[in-house]
C-alpha cells in the first residue's frame, strides 16, 4: 500500500517537473524569439552596414549607375517608425532577413530599383525579432516619408497608403502598378511587407508610398530635410 | 527526475549547486544555439513575405 503510494507519488512528481521543464523551454524560446534574435541580427547588421559605408566613402565611382547588391545596396530611413537606418539587401529568404535587414523582393514579383524611371521598390522585413526593423510599421500615417539613402541619391517617398491586413497570398501589392493602393498608372511606388498582428504572422501588413522627389547626396551625406526634424 | 540528477552529483551541496548551474547553463546553450535556430522557421510566428504558396 505505502508502496503503491509512493510510486504515484512518484510519478505525479515526475509529471510536474516536465509540465515546469515544458514552461521554462517556451519561456526560453520567447526570450530567444524576441530578444536574442535582435542582438544576433543587429551586430550582423551593424556590421554589414559598416562595410557598405566604407565601401561607398572609399569606391570612386565604377562606372553609370554601378550597383553593389552585395553587401547592400543602401539604408531604409523611416522616421516615423523611429527604428533608425535599415540596411536593404537583396532577396526576402530567412537567410537574408534574418541578418536584421530589410530585403527587396526577387520573387514572386521582382521588385524595381528606385533610380528605375518606373516601378515598384517591394521590400519585407522583420516584425519582432531578427532586428524587428518594422516593428513599428503600424505608426507610418499617410503622409509620413520614407526616405532611401543610397551611395549618391536620396529618394524621398511619401506614403499614401496602408493596408493593416490582407491575406500572406496576396501578392498583387507587389505588381509594378498596385492597383490595390488605388493608383492605376506607372509611377516610381514603394511597397513595404511585413507580418501582422505583432508576435504572429497570421497576415500581412503593407504600406505604399510614392516618390516625392530625389536628392543628390553631397559631401557632407546632409540628410533631407525629413530626416532632420527627427 | 531532478532530484534523481541532484543525488546522482558528485560532492557536497556547494560542488552539486555549482555543476547543477554549469549544466543548466550548457542546456540553454545548446538551446539558443542550435534546437531554436532550427525550431524557428518550423513555427508559425515569423513569415514576413507575401508569396503565391
Known sequence: MARARSRI????SVFGELL???????????????????VL??????RQGDKVRDAWTAKTPSGPGALDTDGGLGFLH???MDDGEVLVRKG?????????????????????????????????????????????IHKLRTGDAIVFETRDT??????????????????????????????TKPGRYITLTTCTPV??????????????????????????????AS | MYGWIWRHLPGNSWVRALISLVLALAV??????????????????NDVTVDGQ
Open chain 2, 28 to 45: 540553454v546553450y545548446v538551446l539558443f544555439q542550435y534546437v531554436f535556430p532550427w525550431a524557428e522557421p518550423l513555427l508559425p510566428f
Open chain 1, 20 to 38: 515546469i521543464t515544458a514552461g521554462v523551454l517556451m519561456g526560453l524560446f520567447v526570450a530567444y524569439s524576441l530578444w536574442w534574435t535582435n
Open chain 1, 9 to 12: 507519488a512518484g510519478a505525479v
Open chain 1, 92 to 136: 526576402t529568404d530567412p537567410e537574408t532577413l534574418n541578418g536584421g535587414v530589410a530585403g527587396y523582393y526577387t520573387d514572386p514579383v521582382a521588385s524595381a530599383q528606385p533610380k528605375d524611371a518606373k516601378g515598384n521598390f517591394t521590400l519585407a522585413a522583420h516584425r519582432d525579432g531578427h532586428g524587428a526593423k518594422f516593428h513599428n
Open chain 1, 199 to 228: 508576435y504572429t504572422s497570421d497576415y500581412r501588413y503593407i504600406v505604399w508610398g510614392e516618390l516625392e522627389r530625389t536628392e543628390k547626396v553631397d559631401g557632407d551625406r546632409t540628410p533631407p530635410a525629413e530626416l532632420r
Open chain 1, 154 to 183: 536620396w529618394y524621398v517617398y511619401k506614403v499614401y497608403k496602408t493596408l493593416p491586413e490582407t491575406s500572406k497570398y496576396n501578392v498583387d501589392v507587389l505588381q509594378p502598378v498596385p492597383r490595390e493602393s488605388g493608383r
Open chain 1, 41 to 46: 541580427a543587429d551586430r550582423e547588421a551593424g
Open chain 1, 78 to 80: 523611416v522616421p516615423a
